[in-house]
T-cell receptor, first 116, second 111 residues
């Protein structure tokens, strides 16, 4: 069975500071991993994804994530936080390769607060 | 702008009402999903349609009834809901495995 753990339900950074949101996964097969962002009263927007190939993945809005198999991690980073980055962030793993239903298993989410 | 369109944006209904949520995508995706999301929680999968056939029902109560009239449309029919069913209902679609594209959701309040 696959699972996702997001370390820290709430992260607070100052504007211009590094953003680091942590995600660890458990998967019996090579994982497909995703980060989504959700702004208030909106749906989820795909930030980036890892399927195969290059382990450093670049996404939208200046975010990137690195797949580290040895650490079973897929942490999300951004060098300099903007006020507009304040949102809820979800890490997810797909069941592709196991049940193969297209189902996403989400972490519990991390609320990013950006202070001026 | 989202490529998955959900209507209505907000819905208030009584426990005896019948209503429907609608979802439309024109990306040619062949899988469509309904998720339910409570405040400050991750989305929970309800139903998956693959090639217009229901492939997953996550033990959802029968007061929720999905329908996929064609490859672009997905409906969720609601009947005799309970106040605890109040939530954000999200529709999503995907083509390649796992990369779901979500709509902005319908905020449902059951009174």
């Amino acid at each position: 069975a696959q699972s996702v753990t997001q370390l820290g339900s709430h992260v607070s950074v100052s504007e211009g500071a590094l953003v680091l949101l942590r995600c660890n996964y458990s998967s019996s097969v090579p994982p497909y991993l995703f980060w989504y962002v959700q702004y208030p009263n909106q749906g989820l927007q795909l930030l980036l994804k890892y399927t195969t190939g290059a382990t450093l993945v670049k996404g939208i809005n200046g975010f990137e994530a690195e797949f580290k198999k040895s650490e079973t991690s897929f942490h999300l980073t951004k060098p300099s936080a903007h006020m507009s980055d304040a949102a809820e962030y979800f890490c997810a793993v797909s069941d592709y390769g196991s049940s193969n239903t297209g189902k996403l298993i989400f972490g519990q989410g991390t609320t990013l607060q950006v202070k001026p | 702008d989202t490529e998955v369109t959900q209507t209505p944006k907000h819905l208030v209904m009584g426990m005896t009402n019948k209503k429907s949520l609608k979802c439309e995508q024109h990306m040619g995706h062949r899988a469509m999903y309904w998720y339910k999301q409570k405040a400050k929680k991750p989305p929970e999968l309800m139903f998956v349609y693959s090639y217009e056939k229901l492939s997953i029902n996550e033990s959802v109560p029968s007061r929720f009834s999905p329908e996929c009239p064609n490859s672009s449309l997905l409906n969720l029919h609601l009947h005799a809901l309970q106040p605890e069913d109040s939530a954000l209902y999200l529709c999503a679609s995907s083509q390649d495995r796992g990369a779901l594209h979500f709509g902005n959701g319908t905020r449902l309040t059951v009174t």
